[in-house]
């Protein structure tokens, strides 16, 4: 995990010509949108290479520790994707997700974060299409915003 | 030591705190007595007048055990912190602000441009027509006067120095800080950077209530609600921080039918301690219908103040964007 974000500094610092890229990254569960994105790769799909994917068994193990984590390390976004509502591998592990978002967007208002930073979107593994639209969609709003670079916010 | 019967000398330093700690010491009743008979309290701003040039001209090392309490947000909170350091073999972080940023650290979610604002301008109190606010240099006559600079970003001690052993509580309960203190008087100490005196379980293991293992439909504020005293708190929609927060306070609050607060912070695994609780009440509720599950969560008011009372700047995001 902070080697994930520790990567995403290296990566942003060589940034050629000094343009925004944003570094987003994605908590995908395995059974739905990690093979969603699969066969956003196989249909050869284009869409942006902006998510950093970290394949999680269920996105109700996405402790919101780890999106913390990410913004506190560098990154200008997260997504969290999991099965749609009923679909869930583990019977209710997306609930956790939904019941737990509503509360992380709040607590990261307060902290100033803008809300289209964050996103959790629904991708089955049959929603190739869908998942290139959910990536270029999150890398656009956040490409908008600009940079997070939460490290200058803590050191204010 | 013992040969020489020369006592210890220790000194109790408060940064940005309410003085709450220097009396909590004082909890721990006629116990205090066997610590006056080992050790000399040599500085303690809030008891005794010593000046800060009296620890200026100690030797290096010349303090045993130094207890600061209160979070760093000034450069006069720095500049003690670090000279205590250099004097003190021992240096204990006392205290929610100290080791957490405590309810200070709270300021975390404004930027120090809108606490001016508030305090000197906005509050209904304030009568101050020439917009005067704090200035760190004025000049007077020829005299120059230089107040210490608050920081925009409220810190925790070991932000600014290093520490040795944590004491933690709002303020620390007395048979934390009694426990902490015989452990020291004794010498049976864990590795440097560890909490003492208090647990290492949540405050759960310490609850008087009963889990019974239910869901919830809704959340209630404490002030609004009346619990049925017997069951766990959480259980009955209120929110309560017992399940990240460390044990050793006795469960007090909890006793009179308060949640817990999260005062003695983080467990000891547990990283952040308002992420874990987002975690731990996002499997609280009962409904799997998405909008339902939605809505019966949005009843939380305030998570940032609610969850990181004591620990905002302990948290992994420290504060607020000041832009956004």
Not at chain 1, 16 to 43: Q, V
Not at chain 1, 68 to 79: F, I, N, T
Not at chain 2, 141 to 150: A, K, M
């Amino acid at each position: 995990m902070s080697e994930t974000v520790t990567q995403a500094h290296a990566a942003k610092e060589t940034c050629p010509g000094g343009a925004f890229e944003p570094r987003i990254i994605g908590f995908l569960c395995w059974w739905c949108s990690y093979t969603g994105a699969d066969l956003a790769g196989t249909s050869r799909i284009k869409y942006s290479p902006n998510v950093e994917v970290i394949r999680v068994m269920c996105s109700g193990r996405v402790d919101p520790t780890f999106v913390l984590h990410a913004l506190a390390g560098g990154a200008d976004g997260v997504l969290i994707a999991g099965c749609h509502p009923g679909d869930c591998h583990y019977i209710n592990g997306n609930m956790k997700t939904a019941a737990r978002f509503p509360l992380l967007m709040k607590l990261l208002k307060q902290y100033g974060i803008e809300e289209a930073r964050v996103q959790m979107e629904w991708v089955s593994a049959s929603e190739g299409e869908k998942f290139a639209q959910v990536v270029d969609k999150i890398t656009e709003d956040v490409r908008k915003l600009g940079p997070l670079n939460w490290n200058s916010v803590v050191s204010e | 030591m013992e040969s020489t019967k020369e006592k210890l000398k220790l000194a109790f330093y408060w940064a940005a705190s309410c003085g709450g700690c220097e009396i909590s010491l004082l909890e721990i009743g006629e116990r205090i007595l066997k610590v006056v008979e080992v050790a000399d309290l040599v500085f303690c701003p809030c008891l005794v007048d010593t000046k800060y040039k009296d620890i200026e001209v100690m030797p290096d090392g010349a303090l045993d055990v130094t207890f600061i309490n209160g979070a760093i947000r000034s450069s006069e909170n720095e500049h003690v912190a670090k000279l205590l350091r250099k004097k003190s073999k021992v240096l204990i972080s006392y205290g929610s602000c100290a080791c957490d940023g405590g309810i200070p650290s709270l300021a975390n979610l404004f930027t120090l441009k809108d606490i001016k604002q508030h305090a000197y301008h906005e509050t209904d109190s304030t009568d101050n027509p020439q917009r005067v606010e704090p200035r760190v240099k004025h000049t007077e006559n020829g005299y120059e006067l230089v107040l210490p600079e608050l920081w925009n970003t409220v810190r925790k001690l070991n932000d600014i120095v290093r520490v040795d052993y944590y004491i933690p509580g709002c303020a620390p309960a007395a048979e934390t800080t009694w426990n902490a203190i015989e452990q020291l008087l004794t010498g049976a100490l864990p590795p440097l950077g560890n909490v003492i005196g208090a647990g290492k379980k949540a405050v759960c293991e310490e609850c008087p209530y009963t889990k019974k293992d239910e869901r919830i439909t809704e959340f209630h504020r404490p002030h609004l609600f009346r619990a049925d005293g017997e069951q766990c708190l959480l259980e009955q929609g209120l929110v309560c921080l017992g399940a990240a927060t460390r044990s050793g306070c006795g469960a007090q609050c909890l006793q009179c039918g308060m949640p817990c607060r999260g005062c003695y912070g983080a467990l000891p695994d547990v990283e952040d301690m308002g992420a874990k609780m987002i975690s731990a009440i996002g499997s609280l509720v009962a409904s799997n219908d998405e909008e339902e599950v939605k809505a019966v969560m949005g009843q939380i008011e305030d998570p940032a103040g609610t969850l990181y009372r004591f620990t905002l700047a302990n948290s992994l995001l420290v504060r607020r964007k000041s832009d956004g």
